[in-house]
């Protein structure tokens, strides 16, 4: 199977997941606001997908099939970013069995002070895991923080992609880090209509995706 068939398989059996914990949340009426500030009438929680062995072994096996057709990407431990991130890098980690560490956003501020918790990284290429993208902003904590410690951070991992906002890439490229993602809106929107989101939860989220910085700028969220 070539990669990009593994990944519109992968993507739309992630989707399906998705949808059967509950992890997609549509309110026109009453928008969420995501980390970065940006305002959205949907909300992915992927953290749902932790409470069922099935649905987190089939997302933690998928994430190992995909890293493994990822052209050039070599690590050798996982780290989890806070908080979300941190069970994601667990399952990953214990799957490929690889040593696991985690990173906080910022140093913690006692004892010893440390970003990256769980041993020492100095030397080794490590594999960055989240749960969700939204922007990327977040991102840079987390690599820098790894970086500082000594890791060597090409590549991340998430379970889903906004991929809507600006500056995303841009981000990416500035950290020189390549992502890894398993799904993303256009593969909920590839779910056939009877599997999918409900035709007014489909029809919110498509005038979303159509402008989202207009739609978040206008409902009370940044505006660029």
């Known amino acids: 199977m070539s990669r990009d068939s593994h990944r519109a398989i992968s993507g739309q059996a992630v989707a399906r997941l998705l949808l059967a914990a509950g992890a997609i949340r549509v309110s026109a009426a009453q928008p969420f606001f995501l980390a970065a500030g940006w305002a959205s009438p949907v ?15 089939s997302v933690t096996d998928l994430a190992a099939a995909t890293l493994a057709r990822a052209p050039a990407c070599e690590f050798e431990m996982v780290a989890g970013a806070e908080t979300a991130g941190i069970p994601w890098a667990g399952f990953l980690a214990e799957r490929l069995d690889l040593p696991l560490r985690y990173v906080r956003r910022q140093p913690l501020g006692i004892g010893r002070n440390a ?20 922007d990327g902003s977040s991102k840079t904590a ?13 590549d991340a991992f998430a379970i889903f992609h906004h991929a809507l906002f600006p500056g995303s890439q841009q981000r990416l490229d500035d950290l020189a880090l390549r992502l890894h993602v398993l799904a993303g809106w256009e593969d909920l929107l590839r779910l056939d209509p009877g599997e999918g989101m409900e035709k007014a939860e489909r029809a919110v989220l498509e005038a979303f995706l159509a402008d989202p910085v207009r739609w978040s700028g206008s409902h009370g969220g940044r505006e660029g």
Not at 43 to 48: A, H, I, N, Q, S
């Open 43 to 57: 909300y992915v929680d992927c953290r749902l997908l932790i409470g069922r062995p099935r649905w987190r072994r």
């Open 115 to 134: 970003q990256v918790e769980g041993g020492p990284v100095e030397g080794c290429s490590v594999l960055l895991v989240d749960d969700l993208i939204t």
């Open 142 to 154: 987390f690599v820098r923080g790894l970086r500082q410690a000594g890791a060597v951070v090409t």
